[in-house]
């Protein structure tokens, strides 16, 4: 009976640890809004209800004070005492209603920012995303995405001057994936889904990179990002091709992908209102250079096909007479069929030229 009771409250702890706000869809629960502590708080956290006005009002002021002042520490004590639990406190000034929770964590952010603690700022940048819907979601995603491509590329500033901090391709993608899920929608969620395919590609993390390429090509088809991801899947799946001696999945999906990105991205796609002309100038650039290098993949990809086609045709006509039932009512036909696939893949390879002239023996010998 005890073990019962004590299984019982840790499964009521375990399900009453994040809070949402009133409107959050993303993970509401019966009995989330009675529970205000945000995780990492500790489930014997005596006081689980939301700050209230005064408490709140009080440290966002003091905070403000000592920013203004300079004293980013104290600041960011304040702050940072509304990554605890959470409030729906709100404060009026010159006509302007402010958020105190949601604003005191992203003035939070801005002091972790600026002193490298780029990985706690991020943490409290999901905070305001996951916990206050009615926050300005651009303003976080924006700085969500910027802080994930700095731990993703920027070397970090070191811990108090002296002790480096380390990069770790995991956590990065975990971030992206973060943003992905978050950030549902045409102006953030493809751009992060760009970056955990970049991330987990370099980190030989293949599967996560696909993955990442074509949840962004089914679920956002319109983004101008879907160009590169074609392309990238074709240069991936390229990588994984062993040659014309073993199985040939990767070759056809290669295949496939160089063809999908010809026909559909012969032209690039046009400026996206969420893209600036810079960017937009650069990816045409880039996208000619795709485009070229997409051909010669598709050329590639053919010629490993058809040298794979060549090799099976000699084998059946050879050791056909072992293995293929009515072999002596079919004669060369098993044969002829892979000669010609060989040919129709790539009519101008190696391997076409060589298909022909077994073809062409074989016939005569009818």
Known sequence: ????????????????????????????????????????????????????????????????????????????????????????????????????????????????????????????????????????????????MRL???LAKEKQPRKWGFIPRFRSGERDRLRLNEIARLARGPKYAPRALTALAEIASKDNEDDEAIDALERLVNLY??????????????????????????????????????????????????????ESNEGFAARLVAAKDRLAKAEEGRQRMREVLSASKLRVGRFVEKNGKFFIMRWKELGARPALQFYGEAVTVAPESESAREAKARISDLRGGE
């Open 1 to 144: 009976m005890r073990l019962t009771t004590i299984l019982l409250l840790l499964v009521t702890l375990g399900t009453d640890l994040w809070a949402t706000s009133s409107g959050d869809y993303r993970r509401r629960s019966p009995v989330s809004e009675k529970n205000y502590l945000f995780p990492g708080t500790g489930i014997f956290g005596k006081n689980r209800d939301p700050i209230e006005f005064e408490q709140a009002k009080e440290w966002f002021l003091l905070g403000e004070s000592e920013e203004k002042k300079g004293d980013f520490r104290d600041a960011l004590g304040f702050y940072d005492k509304f990554s605890k639990r959470r409030t729906d406190a709100r404060l009026t000034r010159e006509g302007v209603e402010v958020q105190l929770g949601p604003e005191a964590l992203y003035r939070a952010v801005r002091i972790l920012e600026n002193r490298g603690d780029w990985s706690k700022a991020f943490d409290r940048l999901r905070l305001i995303a996951e916990a206050y819907t009615e926050y300005d979601f651009d303003k976080v995603a924006e700085a969500l």
């Open 221 to 274: 088809p319109e983004s101008h990002y879907c160009e590169k991801a074609y392309f990238d899947l074709a240069v991936i799946h390229e990588t994984m091709v062993a040659g014309p001696d073993y199985d040939q999945g990767a070759t056809l999906k290669a295949l496939n992908f160089y063809e999908d990105y010809l026909i559909l991205h012969e032209t690039p796609p046009p400026k996206s209102r969420h």
């Open 148 to 150: 994930t491509e700095r």
